[in-house]
């Protein structure tokens, strides 16, 4: 079965450090892939999303991912965090054209020190 | 202008007890979704409507039934509350059914049962 992995699952950073998140997926096929962001108490906002073309997108807030292919990867960076950057991110995985389910990752808190 | 708004944001209620949750979205979407997310953050699908038609029913317990009267509605009533079905329940359509574009989320309900 399609399964989206995260690795990291606390975070925490002192502002100013850089960021990357880890996200793996297991299907082998085309996929479009998505970051969301979850602040504490409110719903899940997209970041950024990689359908096709060049594998570094660039989303809100400064943050940007890598699509490597080959290792199934779409880890998440932002080369300098904020205290507000504090929340919950999600990867999540859908196998495209004529799919409708997504899956998402188990999620990973991140924490920024002011 | 709320794009996918749930009622009630907050329920609290007792075991047995049968209840309803409420999405609407003003986005002219197709698909809508509901996820439950637990107490980890896990956000697991239950349920896709797309224009009105069930095309993913998740394994989730009979007590769950889902209602689509129109493709801008998706409710989700509930019977025999448990324990375990404590969480935040999330509503959330897409565009463009089976494209894979990104899903909005409303701002969830959290479901406290007692």
């Known amino acids: 079965a399609q399964s989206v992995s995260q690795h990291n699952h606390h975070v925490i950073l002192s502002e100013a450090a850089s960021l990357e998140l880890g996200c793996n997926y297991s299907?082998?096929?085309?996929?479009?892939l998505f970051w969301y962001v979850q602040y504490p108490g409110q719903h899940l906002q997209l970041l950024l999303k990689y359908f096709s073309g060049d594998p570094l997108v660039k989303g809100i807030k400064g943050f940007e991912a890598e699509f490597i292919k080959s290792k199934f990867s779409f880890n998440l960076r932002k080369p300098s965090v904020q205290w507000s950057d504090t929340a919950e991110y999600f990867c999540a995985v859908n196998q495209g054209s004529g799919t409708y389910k997504y899956i998402f990752g188990t999620g990973t808190r991140l924490k920024v020190l002011a | 202008d709320t794009a996918v708004s749930q009622t009630p944001k907050y329920l609290v209620t007792q075991m047995g007890n049968d209840k309803s949750i409420k999405c609407e979205q003003n986005?002219?979407?197709?698909?809508m979704y509901w996820y439950k997310q637990d107490s980890k953050k896990f956000l697991k699908i239950m349920f896709s409507?797309?224009?009105?038609?069930?095309?993913i029913n998740e394994t989730v317990p009979n007590r769950f039934s889902p209602k689509s009267p129109d493709k801008a509605h998706l409710n989700l009533h509930i019977n025999s509350l448990e324990l375990g079905d404590s969480a935040v329940y999330f509503c959330a359509s897409s565009q463009a059914s089976g494209m894979g574009l990104p899903l909005h989320f409303g701002n969830g309900t959290r479901l406290t049962v007692t």
């Open positions: 299907y082998g096929g085309t996929v479009n």
């Open positions: 409507y797309n224009n009105k038609e069930l095309i």
């Open positions: 986005l002219g979407h197709d698909t």
